[in-house]
């Protein structure tokens, strides 16, 4: 049987019996997938840590014959190292890939999503000034490439484009945003004209351009009521990894730190009988 190779990046792995691990992965070829990784717990001779969360490898496996693939070998391109010694940056790591994870199903192919991604890893790794509304706005563009691109020149009700200066606000269940005369009373989110342009300037940018956007504090506020919202309706319900963050974010100190925060991030012991592919996207989630 044929082996496979592409460029990969670690979104989760979860202990499988005594020795194995199953790791799920992003490709840029063949899109998501999950494969079995034999023996890796008990000698690091094929893998070494090249299978930890959010490495970025070039992944050679081959199919099998249910839903796991065999994986052979992993060369490392990035580590993304230093994203362990930082926790809020690996908490925002853990969002992203959930996400990424949640929004593409196996083997559905998407070059842009992984580039995004691989973006995401190596901004919050490296960046001196780490902006977390920035991951959120690559976050917002990780939903449009996904098929949920915000409708943000004219409103969705009416059809109309929105009056300069005149208020609106976002629809998330419609998917975009709705004039003054038009939305209804107590719905939807408050859009600030600034707001509107940011999302308009940044839905299609690089990460790089979206490191130059200008960024205050009222409109910081408003983009994270946005993703927040954007994320929960499309993916069902708030990803688990933001449980951890938010306790971040709230000042309060997360059970079990960093090196406990990473195990459950990472996965945990399922038997022999029990995967845990489908269904846990959530397995081995930073939660608090």
Request: charged letters at 25%.
């Amino acid at each position: 049987m044929k082996t496979l190779v592409s460029p990969a990046i670690v979104l989760r792995h979860t202990n499988y019996r005594d020795a194995d691990r199953v790791v799920t992965f992003m490709t840029r070829d063949f899109g998501r997938l999950s494969g079995l990784a034999r023996g890796v717990r008990r000698s690091v001779r094929r893998f070494g840590g090249r299978l930890d969360l959010f490495s970025h490898v070039e992944l050679t496996w081959r199919p099998g014959r249910g839903e796991l693939v065999h994986l052979e070998s992993a060369k490392l391109i990035n580590a993304h190292l230093g994203l362990r010694n930082d926790l809020p940056r690996m908490a925002w790591a853990g969002v992203f890939s959930e996400l990424v994870e949640r929004l593409f199903q196996p083997d559905e192919v998407n070059a842009h999503a992984f580039d995004i991604l691989a973006a995401v890893l190596s901004y919050s790794e490296s960046v001196t000034d780490y902006e977390p509304t920035v991951v959120r706005l690559a976050g917002l563009h990780l939903l449009s490439v996904a098929g949920f691109r915000p409708e943000l020149r004219v409103c969705v009700r009416c059809r109309r484009p929105p009056a300069r200066h005149a208020p609106h606000r976002l629809d998330v269940s419609r998917g975009g945003i709705v004039c003054h005369a038009c939305v209804p009373t107590g719905q939807a989110i408050p859009l600030s004209e600034a707001t509107l342009d940011a999302l308009a300037h940044s839905i299609d940018a690089s990460l790089e351009e979206l490191a130059d956007v200008s960024l205050n504090p009222a409109l910081k506020r408003e983009l994270k009521d946005i993703f927040q919202a954007f994320v929960t309706y499309h993916v069902g319900e708030p990803l688990k990894a933001s449980r951890f963050l938010a306790h971040l974010e709230a000042g309060d100190e997360p059970e079990g730190k960093a090196s406990e925060a990473g195990d459950e991030h990472g996965g945990r012991n399922v038997s022999a009988g029990k995967r845990g592919e489908e269904g846990g996207a959530g397995e081995g989630r930073m939660e608090s």
